[in-house]
C-alpha cells in the first residue's frame, strides 16, 4: 500500500531496509533493464552441477533487492534459503566457521518444516548450541567424520595477516590459524548430508542466496573467496555469494573469478551519460521507485525530478533522499514535500560530508569528476564505499563520477582556487 501520509513514508522509505519480503517486491519492486538476475535465474533452473555465482555492483545500487527479486522468480523451483550476513556478525568480519554454521542453521530449518529424520538424528544437538562453535566431539559425532576432529590451539594471527584476509577473527572468540579447518569439514558434511536429503525427500534443489557480503571488511571478504573457496563451492547446492566490487580492481582477481561458475554486476542507474546528457527512460525508472511507494499528492513532480538528479543513480541515496525530506516535512509541520524541502534535505546530507572532507579529499573527487575514471588509491576506495563517487556502466564501457548531491562542495573548492 502507497504512503498516504508523510508519516507512513518515513517508514517507506528506509534505505538500510532493502525490499525483502515477497508482499514488499510485490508492492513496490521496480524492474530494471541493467539487471543480470535474468540471465542467473536461467542458468540456475537450467545447470545440474550445482553452479555457485558471484554477484556485485556498486555500493548501494540494490544488489539485495535483486536477490529478493530473484528468490521470487525461483520460488517454485527450489527451496530458498537467502540471509544477510548481518546477521551473523556485529563487526563487519565472519570467520569460515560462523559462515558455514548458519548456512547449516538455514538449510535444517527446511529439514524440520518438511520432517526430515535427518534433523532429529544429526541436527538438533548442533543446531540447539546455537552457535556451530559447541565441542568439536559433537561435531564429529552428527557429521561421523571424528578422525579428523581435533581441538589445536596456534599463534593468533598478527594484524597484518587478519587484514591480508588470512584469518577471520570470531565474533564469540579469539582468532585461531587451525581450529577451524576441521570444524569446517564437518559442518559441510552436515550441510550436504542435510541438502541431500531434502533434494531426495522433495524432489528440489536448494539455493542459497547470501546478501551483503560486500559490507564485510574487504580483507575478510578476499580471504573467504581465496583460501576458502572451496568450502563455499564444495556445497552440493546452488548458491550465489555477493562481494566488493572494489575486489575486481586486484590483480589477482582472476583467481576468484576461475573458482566460481559465473560473476555478475548490477551497474548504478545511469540517469545521465558520462558527457552529462539525461536518460529519459532511466530517469522515469527512478522516478518510478519513488511513486510506487508514496501518493502523488504528497510529493510535487519538481520534487520528485529533484530527487532522482540529486541521488546520481545510487537507489540507497534515492530513498534516503526521500527519507531525509519527510523528515523535514515533519519538522516543519508539512504535509507535503515540494523542491524547497529537497533541497534542505540535501544540504542536510551535504553537510556532513563539507564537515568531514578535507581539501585533499574534494581535490581527489573533482579530478575523478573530470576525468570520469576510478583512481586506485586507498584515499579513492574509501570515498567509493562512502558513495561519494559511484561507478556506471558495465563491461568496456564503464565510467565513474561524483555524486550529484556533492557537486556543490566542487563548486567551493573551484572558487577556493581562483
Known amino acids: 500500500m502507497k504512503a498516504n501520509t508523510i508519516e507512513d513514508a518515513l517508514n517507506l522509505f528506509d534505505p538500510h531496509h532493502p525490499l525483502l519480503e515477497e508482499d514488499d517486491i510485490k508492492a513496490y519492486y521496480v524492474a530494471r533493464d541493467n539487471s543480470p538476475i535474468e540471465e542467473m535465474k536461467t542458468i540456475l533452473k537450467t545447470a545440474t552441477d550445482f553452479p555457485k555465482l558471484l554477484f556485485s555492483g556498486p555500493p548501494g545500487c540494490g544488489k539485495s533487492t535483486e536477490l529478493a527479486k530473484l528468490?521470487?522468480?525461483?520460488?517454485?523451483?527450489?527451496?530458498?534459503?537467502?540471509?544477510?550476513?548481518?546477521?551473523?556478525t556485529n563487526t563487519f568480519r565472519i570467520d569460515l566457521?560462523?559462515?558455514?554454521?548458519?548456512?547449516?542453521?538455514?538449510?535444517?530449518?527446511?529439514?524440520?518444516?518438511?520432517?526430515?529424520?535427518?534433523?532429529?538424528?544429526?541436527?538438533?544437538?548442533?543446531?540447539?548450541?546455537?552457535?556451530?562453535?559447541?565441542?568439536?566431539?559433537?561435531?564429529?559425532?552428527?557429521?561421523?567424520?571424528?578422525?579428523?576432529?581435533?581441538?589445536?590451539?596456534?599463534?593468533?594471527?598478527?594484524?597484518?595477516?587478519?587484514?591480508?584476509?588470512?584469518?577471520?577473527g570470531s565474533i564469540l572468540g579469539p582468532v585461531f590459524r587451525r581450529p577451524f579447518k576441521p570444524r569446517a569439514d564437518a559442518l559441510l558434511n552436515l550441510i550436504n548430508d542435510t541438502v541431500w536429503d531434502l533434494e531426495e525427500k522433495t524432489k528440489k534443489d536448494v539455493l542459497v542466496l547470501v546478501t551483503d557480503m560486500d559490507k564485510l571488511k574487504l580483507g575478510n571478504v578476499y580471504g573467504?573467496?581465496?583460501?576458502?573457496?572451496?568450502?563455499?563451492?564444495?556445497?552440493?547446492?546452488?548458491?550465489?555469494?555477493?562481494?566488493?566490487?572494489?575486489?575486481?580492481?586486484?590483480?589477482?582477481?582472476i583467481e576468484i573469478y576461475r573458482n566460481f561458475n559465473g560473476v555478475y554486476y548490477l551497474p548504478n542507474f545511469s540517469s545521465y551519460n558520462?558527457?552529462?546528457?539525461?536518460?529519459?527512460?532511466?530517469?522515469?525508472?527512478?522516478?518510478?521507485?519513488?511513486?510506487?511507494?508514496?501518493?502523488?499528492?504528497?510529493?510535487?513532480?519538481?520534487?520528485?525530478?529533484?530527487?532522482?538528479?540529486?541521488?546520481?543513480?545510487i537507489v540507497f541515496e534515492l530513498i534516503n533522499l526521500v527519507r531525509q525530506c519527510c523528515v523535514v516535512s515533519l519538522m516543519e509541520k508539512i504535509k507535503f514535500i515540494d523542491d524547497e524541502i529537497v533541497n534542505e534535505a540535501a544540504e542536510r546530507i551535504r553537510r556532513v560530508y563539507r564537515t568531514v572532507y578535507s581539501a585533499e579529499e574534494l581535490k581527489l573527487l573533482l579530478q575523478i569528476r573530470q576525468n570520469k575514471q576510478f583512481i586506485n588509491t586507498d584515499a579513492s576506495k574509501q570515498l567509493f564505499r562512502q558513495l561519494s563517487f559511484t561507478e556506471y556502466g558495465t563491461g568496456d564501457d564503464v565510467w565513474y563520477d561524483v555524486a550529484p548531491l556533492l557537486f556543490p562542495l566542487l563548486e567551493e573548492i573551484t572558487l577556493e582556487e581562483e
Request: aromatic fraction near 8%.
Open 224 to 253: 573467504l573467496l581465496t583460501s576458502s573457496s572451496l568450502y563455499l563451492t564444495k556445497i552440493q547446492c546452488f548458491a550465489v555469494y555477493t562481494f566488493p566490487v572494489q575486489l575486481k580492481y586486484r590483480t589477482d582477481f
Open 71 to 88: 528468490k521470487e522468480m525461483l520460488k517454485k523451483d527450489f527451496h530458498i534459503i537467502i540471509f544477510s550476513v548481518k546477521e551473523i
Open 97 to 168: 566457521d560462523s559462515m558455514l554454521f548458519h548456512i547449516l542453521k538455514k538449510v535444517a530449518d527446511k529439514a524440520k518444516e518438511e520432517n526430515l529424520s535427518i534433523y532429529s538424528e544429526k541436527l538438533e544437538k548442533v543446531i540447539s548450541s546455537g552457535t556451530g562453535r559447541g565441542s568439536d566431539i559433537d561435531l564429529a559425532s552428527a557429521a561421523q567424520d571424528g578422525n579428523g576432529i581435533e581441538s589445536v590451539l596456534d599463534d593468533i594471527l598478527s594484524e597484518d595477516e587478519q587484514k591480508e584476509g588470512l584469518g577471520y
Open 274 to 313: 558520462r558527457l552529462g546528457l539525461p536518460d529519459e527512460n532511466v530517469q522515469k525508472k527512478m522516478r518510478d521507485i519513488i511513486t510506487t511507494r508514496i501518493q502523488t499528492k504528497l510529493i510535487y513532480d519538481d520534487a520528485v525530478d529533484l530527487i532522482v538528479q540529486f541521488s546520481g543513480g
